[in-house]
């Protein structure tokens, strides 16, 4: 796939996990995580990140918070 549509389904992938994006972007976007590793891996590390921050109460995690989550897995993933 181009670099154009990997920026677009990482760009977006918070959205496509909360459902938020019209029904051909949600479709556009799966059919390509299922065709991109690198993406799809990020799509679950995000996946994660949201799972964990709802854990909290909250809607959404601040974005200093996710970041830090997000670094912390990518660690946790390089590691193993």
Aim: aromatic letters at 2%; proline letters at 6%; glycine letters at 4%.
């Amino acid at each position: 796939m181009p670099g154009r549509e990997c920026e677009e389904a990482l760009d977006r992938l918070f959205e496509y996990i909360d459902d938020e994006l019209p029904q051909d972007e949600l479709r556009r976007i799966g059919d390509h995580l299922k065709t991109c590793p690198p993406c799809e891996a990020e799509h679950q590390i995000k996946e994660r990140i949201k799972n964990l921050t709802s854990l909290t109460g909250g809607e959404t995690a601040p974005q200093a918070l996710r970041e830090k989550i997000l670094a912390s897995i990518r660690a946790t993933h390089e590691v193993s």
